[in-house]
């Protein structure tokens, strides 16, 4: 039995078998409605517009434990809940399920509630009820579901990127002033509201005509002259009154006010659009103003703001850049700690292109911890696990590629290596025509290490290799022929102290096992 | 845009999604006239059988009714305890 009207479960009774206890008058509504109780499991379909977003199941529900099925606790935001979405129950039911969903009227999305009648197999399915206004919390089933289908949950606390609390709308006097309330909303207004003086825009600009004479006609020179005017404007009503300022996103607003300089009453035919649009542009954050002046009485504002793209460690401090390689001062460097980190003098004006790059192989990119610019010519890049990876001067874009292919074939960086060097593909090339061989010996000679055994290679099918295996490191450098007869790309990888010397069939196979 | 995220009485009963309506405000979650109707269940139920939906079977009882003892066939109540 629940009552008609309530929701979460309040009120509600469930009468079981052997269940004698008279129902007392205080436990019903006036009006309940009594339904046959269905035993099974609780499936839960949540729907986007028109999508269902499969099916889940409350694990409190598991069959045969669960004595009030229908009483939901009434705050169930908690997150003791598991759930296990796409819901795990043999093949026919979850698709009536959800079709079920997809049958109700359209554009109500919402979330409903559905009983399996058996506990275990599939059985009848009813429908218990609809959820109009299903929690968005994180912890909710919705953004749950949402998630599983690749929907990503943001906290409706930061809609706006967290930035700001959500503001209060103060209650409007009527329906047109509540529209008008939000529509101006959308322009941020930096002076509060005062009435403005009373002039018709008509015989506003009579006067104005009026005044310039007159203030022609009492002053002779330039400066006093346009004081006169501006007076004699101000007086009329062209002053500001309201400043309009969109694209504001990170710069403090009284920062904007002071590189306006022009308060409330100041005559707005006085303020040069060009020298604000000067003075807004030297603040930190922003990167274009346009100032254009809404006679009478509004200054209108639109900035663009300078997009953060990466951390630049410099002297021991860390500083904010964008995308043009620009130090952007905040005092709230934490709010950016997941950019990546660059070093190096020349690392700024650099760092766009490699991102942009790195980007390419978004995998790969999120395990990047640092970059670092090497000899003002390429760069070596710090991931995770302590791995450095080497990129070439050029073409970085070929290798960052090369590498994403090679760890996904290969899980080369769950490797127990220090180092990928990926700047051989020149020397890939001419190693290839010289033999492999000889590049394996040059690459050991390189770096340093002891030629314990002979470096060996074999071209076998597309693959060739070239391994040497020192007391500590070993060093494999691989390369791929193309068609044409050039290799196509190149490693060197550098192993800790890895194979048991001697252990030939490392490089024989195709995959470099370490 | 509305982000409505209020519960019970008020706000999920049709009542802020119809002030919304009136002023022309988009807002998420449900439409005006699934808010009313699903916050009256025997309503919604009727919505759901009329859509072919398969709802429990059952019925709107009055106070008296449900103390009285006499609201359901019992056969009903054993038949889904078997």
Redesign the interface.
């Known amino acids: 039995m629940k009552p008609t009207n309530e929701g979460s479960s309040v009120g509600v009774i469930i009468v079981r078998q052997g269940d004698n206890r008279p129902i007392s008058v205080q436990e019903v509504n006036d009006e309940m409605l009594v339904e046959r109780f269905i035993e099974g499991r609780e499936l839960t379909v949540a729907i986007m517009g028109d999508r269902p977003l499969g099916s889940s199941r409350s694990s409190r529900a598991a069959a045969g434990t669960i004595t009030k099925r229908n009483m939901r606790p009434a705050a169930p935001n908690t997150s003791s809940r598991r759930r296990s979405i796409p819901r795990p129950m043999s093949k026919p039911a979850p698709s009536p399920c959800r079709a079920q969903g997809a049958r109700l009227p359209r554009h109500q999305p919402g979330r409903f509630s559905a009983y399996d009648d058996t506990a275990g197999e599939p059985g009848k399915l009813y429908l218990l009820e609809i959820n109009t206004q299903p929690g968005m919390t994180p912890t909710s089933l919705v953004p749950d579901a949402g998630r599983h289908f690749g929907i990503s949950y943001v906290d409706p606390r930061h809609l706006d990127g967290g930035e700001r609390d959500m503001r209060r709308v103060k209650p409007a006097k009527s329906l047109e002033s509540a529209r008008l309330l939000l529509l101006r909303r959308r322009i941020q207004r930096y002076l509060p509201r005062r009435p403005l003086r009373v002039f018709g825009s008509l015989a506003g600009f009579i006067g104005l005509a009026i005044a310039v004479t007159a203030a022609a006609d009492m002053f002779d020179h330039g400066s006093r002259l346009r004081d006169g005017a501006l007076a004699a404007t101000n007086g009329l009503g062209f002053s500001v009154q309201e400043v309009e300022v969109e694209g504001r996103d990170v710069t403090p607003r009284d920062d904007i006010l002071k590189a306006i300089d022009a308060g409330r009453g100041t005559p707005i035919l006085g303020v040069d659009p060009a020298k604000v649009k000067q003075q807004l542009e030297s603040l930190p954050w922003i990167r274009t103003a346009s100032v254009e002046r809404h006679l009478p009485d509004t200054l209108y504002i639109r900035l663009t703001e300078r997009q953060p793209l990466a951390l630049w460690q410099r002297h021991g401090k860390m500083m904010l850049i964008d995308h043009d390689g620009v130090v952007v001062a905040t005092d709230h460097l934490d709010r950016y700690a997941n950019l990546l980190l660059v070093v190096g003098e020349d690392a700024p004006k650099n760092a766009d292109s490699l991102i942009k790059v790195l980007e390419t192989q978004p995998e790969l990119m999120h395990r990047v911890s640092a970059a670092i610019r090497v000899g003002e010519r390429r760069w070596n890049l710090q991931l995770d696990n302590a791995i450095t990876v080497e990129l070439p001067e050029t073409n970085i874009a070929d290798a960052w590629t090369h590498l994403a292919q090679i760890d996904r074939e290969h899980a080369l960086l769950a490797r127990d290596i220090e180092q990928v060097d990926l700047r051989l593909s020149d020397r890939g090339r001419r190693a290839q025509r010289a033999g492999a061989g000889q590049a394996g010996d040059r690459q050991a000679h390189e770096d340093g290490g002891q030629d314990m055994s002979k470096p060996v290679s074999r071209p076998r099918g597309p693959l060739i290799a070239a391994i040497d295996i020192g007391t500590t490191k070993v060093c494999c450098f691989i390369a791929r022929r193309e068609q044409d007869g050039h290799a196509f790309w190149a490693s060197a990888i550098r192993c800790r102290a890895a194979c048991a010397p001697g252990r030939s069939s490392i490089w024989m196979r195709p995959r470099p096992r370490c | 845009m509305v ?6 009485r008020g ?3 049709g009542h802020v999604q119809a002030i919304l309506n ?4 988009p807002y ?4 005006l ?3 009313a109707a ?5 309503l ?2 009727q ?2 059988r009329a ?13 008296e009714e ?2 009285a ?1 006499r ?2 066939d019992r056969a ?3 038949e ?2 078997q």
């Open positions: 982000f409505n995220a209020l519960h019970g706000g999920e009963d009136l002023l022309g405000i998420t979650h449900s439409g006239l699934a808010s699903a916050m009256d269940k025997p919604a139920k919505v759901f859509a072919g939906l398969p709802v429990p079977e059952g019925r709107v009882a009055s106070r449900i103390v003892g609201v359901m009903l109540c054993r889904a305890d």
